[in-house]
């Protein structure tokens, strides 16, 4: 034998055990084809077998643990059964008793006679899957779902069948189903065994009672009842009292209920009210199918047949803006008294050729589909108008069959009416929309004058250079039965220039009110429409802006000033006609003074308005305080002596006496 020869016979026996069971070859031997080892020793994979017969009893062997090749080291002890002793010599009837020896003549006649045969020790029990097998525990619940962007319904209800198998504690939920819900429906949650949420620990048949909740993948299920055979179950196994099995009603769905309804009338039930009349090919279908039909009009269609009375009749719908004059045929069956309208169509009249305005159907007179209120022959003559659902149509002639009918009948039709009726010039009015907020009225007005490109609004441009940064102020209270807003002032600008006004709220410490803009500049309306002008504005004075009422108290020197020196556009400031007014009354001024003198000889400005109250002078704050500023004109604390009234008085308008 060559050097390069290798016997394995020879090389096993000297590596011995460690080479028998080394999970790799030997590292001396070089990695090429033919000097690797192919006949080495594997471990066993085999398992172990679990249920065997000792002496003709059937046990549970324990598992092993061991090593294959160890397991012949294990002592006899070791490999006990786990349930019952060995070596028991007599025979016994039961299979539980463990004091004798079961032959197989017992296990025969109790595989025959279906009869447990493991014998279990007396303080043992059957193992789960033998003592609960096919035991299932069923719950009725159901979980509610919110229903967005819906106006008839808020929340869904769905009904479930929830099972659980006591043997492992497995649950299945199953989605009763709905007919026509459009809801993908059916198994929920497949057989499976459910952890509580937030939890490590299962569901249990101890939280199932009727009346808990159940939440499984986000979803709370409320169980509402169970059947009898799991309410018996829970009632003598589980302890549970009556209350934790008392069925609980559902909630309502309207909706459902609705929908329910709703599948009523259009199956068919019988003594349901549809509200709708049966479609003719359904009558049709269900008389062929062999349902007897009404025998009721039988007579008539074989009288009449399939006479007709024919009417031309036209519909002015000139009212209606491109509306226009119609032609229509109106047929009227004596056999059923239905009503058809079709449409007479001239040559090149440019609108589309359809046959029907109404299908042959009874015509009712207040527009409502019922029988008991519809047109007749009676009621159709030359002259009178036919509501066809909200259409007026005039009868305008008849043919020949027609006239004969009537007078069969003992009526006379008129004559014809011409089909042409005059033109009636339609007066259409234009109304302007109202103002919405953006940009100013006159730009919004410009555009509904009927050009593409408006031109935009044009401005006094000579107010505007004469009256250029002309400003009157006025100091105003704001009018409200709230005592907070009692002590808030506001400055009323108006712009002469372009009679714009603005509002400004002086800020005041420890008010609780944020001073400053209470409205940007802009014009003003009235209630009537009009805007507010310069001549609005004056002391005493109650202007509405904006939803507020302003109360005018004082304005500054310069306004006083401007008003006093425009007497045409503040007509209150005029002391001309004032002057007027006191000069006519001069000796009731006087008599006045003589009586109510007291001896002081001092008059204020309270003094002067009660002067010319008594007098019957009526004069506004504005003419009054325009009269005290021509008394007090040096402003010396608002007492003046009244003789410099009744010297104002007799003087005229330029300060000379009379």
Same mark, same amino acid.
């Given at each position: 034998?060559?050097?390069?020869?290798?016997?394995?016979?020879?090389?096993?026996?000297?590596? $011995?055990? #460690?080479?028998?069971?080394?999970?790799?070859?030997?590292?001396?031997?070089?990695?090429?084809?033919?000097?690797?080892?192919?006949?080495?020793?594997?471990?066993?994979?085999?398992?172990?077998?679990?249920?065997?017969?000792?002496?003709?009893?059937?046990?549970?062997?324990?598992?092993?643990?061991?090593?294959?090749?160890?397991?012949?080291?294990?002592?006899?002890?070791?490999?006990?059964?786990?349930?019952?002793?060995?070596?028991?010599?007599?025979? &016994?009837?039961?299979?539980?008793?463990?004091?004798?020896?079961?032959?197989?003549?017992?296990?025969?006649?109790?595989?025959?006679?279906?009869?447990?045969?493991?014998?279990? @020790?007396?303080?043992?029990?059957?193992?789960?899957?033998?003592?609960?097998?096919?035991?299932?525990?069923?719950?009725?619940?159901?979980?509610?779902?919110?229903?967005?962007?819906?106006?008839?319904?808020?929340?869904?209800?769905? *009904?479930?069948?929830?099972?659980?198998?006591?043997?492992?504690? %497995?649950?299945?939920?199953?989605?009763?189903?709905?007919?026509?819900?459009?809801?993908?429906?059916?198994?929920?949650?497949?057989?499976?065994?459910?952890?509580?949420?937030?939890?490590?620990?299962?569901?249990?048949?101890?939280?199932?009672?009727? $009346?808990?909740?159940?939440?499984?993948?986000?979803?709370?299920?409320?169980?509402?009842?169970?059947?009898?055979?799991?309410?018996?179950?829970?009632? #003598?196994?589980?302890?549970?009292?009556?209350?934790?099995?008392?069925?609980?009603?559902?909630?309502?769905?309207?909706?459902?209920?609705?929908?329910?309804?709703?599948?009523?009338?259009?199956?068919?039930?019988? $003594?349901?009210?549809?509200?709708?009349?049966?479609?003719?090919?359904?009558?049709?279908?269900?008389?062929?199918?062999?349902?007897?039909?009404?025998?009721?009009?039988?007579?008539?269609?074989?009288?009449?047949?399939?006479? /007709?009375? @024919? +009417?031309?009749?036209?519909?002015?719908?000139?009212?209606?803006?491109? $509306?226009?004059?119609?032609?229509?045929?109106?047929?009227?069956?004596?056999?059923?008294?239905?009503?058809?309208?079709?449409? /007479?169509? /001239?040559?090149?009249?440019?609108?589309?050729?359809? *046959?029907?305005?109404?299908?042959?159907?009874?015509?009712?007179?207040?527009?409502?589909?019922?029988?008991?209120?519809?047109?007749?022959?009676?009621?159709?003559?030359?002259?009178?108008?036919?509501?066809?659902?909200?259409?007026?149509?005039?009868?305008?002639?008849?043919? *020949?069959?027609?006239?004969?009918?009537?007078?069969?009948?003992?009526?006379?039709?008129?004559?014809?009416?011409?089909?042409?009726?005059?033109?009636?010039?339609?007066?259409?009015?234009?109304?302007?929309?109202?103002?919405?907020?953006?940009? %100013?009225?006159?730009?919004?007005?410009?555009?509904?004058?009927?050009?593409?490109?408006?031109?935009?609004?044009?401005?006094?441009?000579?107010?505007?250079?004469?009256?250029?940064?002309? &400003?009157?102020? +006025?100091?105003?209270?704001?009018?409200?039965?709230?005592?907070?807003?009692? =002590?808030?002032?506001?400055?009323?600008?108006?712009?002469?220039?372009?009679?714009?006004?603005?509002?400004?709220?002086?800020?005041?410490?420890?008010?609780?009110?944020?001073?400053?803009?209470?409205?940007?500049?802009?014009?003003?309306?009235?209630?009537?429409?009009?805007?507010?002008?310069?001549?609005?504005?004056?002391?005493?004075?109650?202007?509405?802006?904006?939803?507020?009422?302003?109360?005018?108290?004082?304005?500054?020197?310069?306004?006083?000033?401007?008003?006093?020196?425009?007497?045409?556009?503040?007509?209150?400031?005029?002391? =001309?006609?004032?002057?007027?007014?006191?000069?006519?009354?001069?000796?009731?001024?006087?008599?006045?003074?003589?009586?109510?003198?007291?001896? =002081?000889?001092?008059?204020?400005?309270?003094?002067?308005?009660?002067?010319?109250?008594?007098?019957?002078?009526?004069?506004?704050?504005?003419?009054?305080?325009?009269?005290?500023?021509?008394?007090?004109?040096?402003?010396?604390?608002?007492?003046? /002596?009244?003789?410099?009234?009744?010297?104002?008085?007799?003087?005229?308008?330029?300060?000379?006496?009379?």
């Amino acid at each position: 034998m060559s050097s390069f020869d290798w016997d394995s016979s020879s090389r096993l026996k000297e590596e $011995g055990p #460690r080479f028998r069971h080394g999970p790799n070859p030997p590292t001396d031997l070089p990695a090429l084809p033919g000097f690797r080892p192919s006949n080495l020793p594997r471990p066993s994979s085999a398992k172990n077998q679990s249920l065997s017969f000792v002496n003709g009893y059937m046990m549970v062997q324990s598992p092993s643990r061991n090593l294959p090749y160890q397991a012949h080291h294990e002592s006899s002890s070791q490999r006990r059964p786990m349930t019952a002793p060995i070596g028991m010599a007599k025979e &016994v009837l039961n299979p539980t008793d463990v004091s004798g020896r079961y032959s197989f003549f017992r296990k025969k006649a109790d595989r025959e006679n279906c009869n447990i045969a493991l014998p279990f @020790c007396p303080e043992s029990k059957l193992p789960s899957f033998l003592e609960h097998d096919r035991r299932v525990l069923l719950f009725h619940a159901y979980y509610e779902e919110d229903v967005l962007q819906s106006a008839i319904e808020e929340k869904r209800t769905h *009904t479930c069948e929830m099972y659980f198998y006591v043997e492992d504690g %497995t649950m299945e939920i199953i989605q009763t189903k709905q007919e026509n819900s459009g809801i993908v429906q059916g198994r929920f949650l497949r057989r499976s065994r459910v952890a509580k949420p937030g939890s490590s620990s299962l569901y249990d048949i101890d939280d199932l009672k009727v $009346g808990s909740q159940v939440v499984i993948y986000s979803r709370t299920f409320h169980i509402s009842s169970c059947n009898e055979s799991t309410k018996e179950y829970v009632l #003598r196994y589980h302890g549970w009292n009556e209350a934790d099995v008392e069925t609980l009603p559902l909630p309502r769905d309207r909706f459902a209920e609705s929908n329910k309804a709703k599948m009523r009338r259009e199956s068919g039930v019988p $003594g349901v009210d549809r509200k709708r009349k049966m479609n003719d090919l359904k009558q049709v279908m269900e008389s062929m199918l062999g349902k007897e039909s009404s025998m009721t009009d039988r007579g008539m269609f074989l009288e009449c047949g399939t006479d /007709a009375l @024919c +009417f031309h009749v036209l519909w002015d719908d000139r009212e209606r803006l491109y $509306g226009d004059i119609q032609y229509f045929r109106l047929f009227y069956y004596l056999a059923d008294d239905t009503v058809e309208i079709m449409r /007479a169509n /001239a040559k090149n009249d440019g609108r589309d050729n359809f *046959t029907k305005l109404l299908k042959r159907s009874k015509l009712p007179k207040n527009g409502r589909v019922s029988d008991s209120d519809c047109y007749t022959w009676k009621d159709l003559a030359i002259g009178r108008t036919v509501n066809v659902f909200g259409r007026v149509m005039l009868i305008a002639r008849s043919d *020949t069959f027609t006239r004969q009918h009537y007078l069969s009948n003992g009526i006379t039709l008129r004559d014809d009416m011409p089909l042409q009726l005059a033109e009636k010039k339609v007066e259409v009015k234009r109304v302007i929309p109202p103002y919405n907020g953006f940009g %100013t009225e006159e730009d919004s007005l410009r555009s509904c004058t009927g050009g593409l490109n408006p031109p935009p609004p044009k401005k006094d441009l000579q107010k505007m250079r004469d009256k250029n940064g002309v &400003v009157l102020r +006025f100091n105003a209270q704001l009018v409200s039965d709230k005592a907070d807003d009692a =002590t808030r002032r506001f400055v009323i600008s108006f712009f002469m220039e372009d009679d714009t006004i603005a509002i400004r709220e002086p800020p005041v410490s420890n008010s609780g009110v944020m001073g400053g803009s209470f409205l940007r500049r802009q014009t003003m309306k009235h209630e009537n429409g009009s805007y507010y002008a310069a001549k609005d504005l004056y002391v005493g004075n109650i202007v509405d802006i904006v939803g507020h009422h302003f109360l005018l108290l004082n304005a500054d020197e310069y306004t006083y000033r401007l008003m006093e020196c425009d007497d045409r556009t503040f007509p209150f400031s005029n002391f =001309t006609r004032l002057h007027e007014i006191l000069t006519s009354n001069y000796n009731e001024l006087k008599s006045y003074f003589i009586t109510h003198y007291k001896g =002081t000889g001092i008059l204020d400005q309270d003094g002067l308005a009660e002067c010319c109250k008594s007098l019957g002078l009526d004069m506004n704050a504005q003419e009054l305080l325009t009269i005290w500023r021509k008394l007090d004109k040096k402003g010396k604390g608002g007492k003046v /002596a009244f003789t410099k009234l009744l010297k104002l008085a007799s003087e005229d308008a330029f300060g000379s006496q009379r």
